[in-house]
């Protein structure tokens, strides 16, 4: 009897993952941000928030120094940009002054990066990672804001959410869940040590507590083999579940970036609604949602300010204006520029 069980939850499952087709398409062949409209030579892994004025803001990790070493990055800001038109093709450049988030304390001296932006109860809560340099951790960082429309609204609350009783020495990527009543949740992590997505939570978005490793996995012979982190917030659909986007990457793919071989593409997963833990379907074993393509998301060779070759990384995402279940993302190409595109979710 309980072999049959398995085998009926087995084909159910089957099922529910046949019940979704989500597909991804760019809105520009071009950049959205690159050195070309921008103070910084390096911009690319992006948050995506909408402001209390209705625009849409992208929060943008942005580089202009390297270490010593071609293709290693150094020093990571993050800075605000908005969109210009209601195409989503053209943004805000970026300057020093669009600076929202800098290093200022050790656990943070070689860089803020990677953020993803949620908004609960009145207040925007911006993860991003903390780097204290080589040789140290990456933790997960916190900062608020009411009005985070000025470059300097934000307001940090911690440089690692996991502390006290719950202290974790490396985590990075948090892609946070809010809920009418909590708990809320948050995937994080980037698959280090063999754990693939964890999933902490929390009863105020502020102290957070690990439940769970292993929650999204790599897949030996999947298209996120070598790689998996949580992407942005995951976002409601119609029906009452949530769309989640994760990276991740392969290998196989060898490249001008010395002993460099990934490729990284985004992958899907849908949650239930009822239990964000739960998952019903995800992106097939060897079809990723959106990969690298156009030259700039590929990288050149010629050009020395590609610095990581094949690469596709998202971390921004909110509800595609007027549409229903459709949403605009942003995403890191090349780990050099920020390109923008479409997600449709439809179910059978």
């Not at 030996?220 to 659909?237: C, K, R």
């Not at 007027?322 to 920020?338: K, M, P």
Request: a negative charge; hydrophobic letters at 40%.
């Amino acid at each position: 009897m309980l072999l049959w069980l398995l085998v009926l939850g087995k084909l159910f499952g089957a099922s529910a993952a046949q019940q979704y087709t989500v597909t991804a398409t760019r809105l520009m062949v071009n950049p959205l941000l690159s050195r070309y409209n921008s103070a910084f030579n390096w911009t690319y892994a992006s948050a995506l928030y909408t402001g209390v004025d209705g625009r849409i803001y992208i929060l943008v990790r942005c580089e202009n120094t390297t270490a010593a070493a071609p293709y290693e990055i150094n020093y990571g800001q993050l800075a605000t940009s908005v969109f210009t038109n209601s195409q989503f093709t053209s943004a805000t450049a970026l300057t020093p002054a669009n600076v929202s988030l800098s290093p200022t304390n050790a656990a943070e001296r070689c860089g803020v990066q990677d953020p993803r932006v949620a908004y609960f109860n009145g207040t925007y809560f911006a993860f991003f990672t903390a780097w204290g340099c080589p040789g140290t951790y990456y933790t997960l960082a916190l900062a608020t804001s009411l009005d985070p429309r000025n470059a300097s609204g934000w307001t940090r609350i911690t440089d690692n959410i996991f502390s006290g009783a719950n202290r974790i020495h490396y985590s990075k990527s948090g892609a946070p869940l809010f809920r009418s009543v909590p708990p809320h949740y948050l995937f994080w992590g980037d698959g280090a040590g063999g754990f693939g997505i964890s999933v902490a939570t929390s009863l105020d978005g502020l102290e957070w507590k690990n439940v769970q490793t292993n929650f999204i996995d790599t897949r030996a012979e999947g298209f996120d083999s070598a790689v998996i982190e949580a992407g942005p917030p995951p976002l409601p659909l119609s029906d009452g579940n949530y769309l989640m986007i994760y990276n991740s990457a392969r290998r196989g793919f060898p490249s001008v970036k010395p002993g460099f071989d990934l490729q990284y593409n985004m992958g899907y997963a849908i949650l239930e609604g009822e239990n964000p833990s739960s998952i019903l379907a995800r992106s097939g074993v060897t079809q990723p949602l959106f990969s690298p393509v156009l030259p700039w998301e590929v990288g050149n060779a010629t050009d020395p300010l590609s610095l990581t070759p094949n690469v596709v990384f998202c971390d921004g995402m909110v509800p595609f204006p007027g549409e229903t279940d459709s949403f605009l993302f942003v995403y890191g190409a090349a780990d050099s520029a920020v390109g923008v595109g479409k997600i449709t979710v439809t179910k059978a």
